[in-house]
């Protein structure tokens, strides 16, 4: 994903905020702010890498999170690129799994399988969307200072 020289992340990172924290928040205002709040850290860490002068792949029009997730390992920060990795597992999730029965996970989905033995595989409710707000707002302001 490209980033034009004067986009914030932040602002993403400030309406997932406002989505998670409106008291009848739906579960598809849950599952965009799961989305909004992996972008702000996806881009936040993209802006920082590319202020400390790490160049993305020229022949690609776009930075992947591949890439963004490779550099951060190769410069040792293992616990910002594991959070981000396990960031964009959820916001697959958030974005892709939407219409399996309670008792049923889609194939390779980490959190479908850690959310079977409960009866929640696909479901996306206040609690998971809270733990994935307490994981961006560790790693956003860490992301932001790269």
Not at 79 to 84: I, Q
Not at 99 to 112: A, I, K
């Amino acid at each position: 994903m490209a980033v034009t020289a004067d986009f914030d992340p932040s602002r993403y990172y400030e309406l997932a905020s406002r989505l998670m924290h409106e008291s009848q928040a739906t579960e598809a205002a849950l599952r965009t702010g799961i989305n909004r709040f992996y972008l702000a850290c996806m881009l936040a860490a993209q802006v920082g890498l590319m202020r400390g002068r790490w160049q993305p792949i020229p022949s690609r029009a776009e930075v992947r999170y591949v890439d963004i997730e490779r550099e951060l390992r190769q410069r040792g920060k293992r616990s910002l690129e594991r959070g981000l990795h396990t960031l964009r597992q959820h916001r697959v999730h958030a974005d892709y799994h939407l219409y399996t029965r309670p008792d049923e996970t889609n194939d390779g989905c980490d959190v479908c399988s850690s959310r079977h033995s409960v009866g929640l595989a696909a479901a996306v409710d206040r609690a998971l969307a809270t733990d994935i707000q307490a994981l961006s707002g560790t790693l956003f302001p860490n992301l932001s200072r790269l």
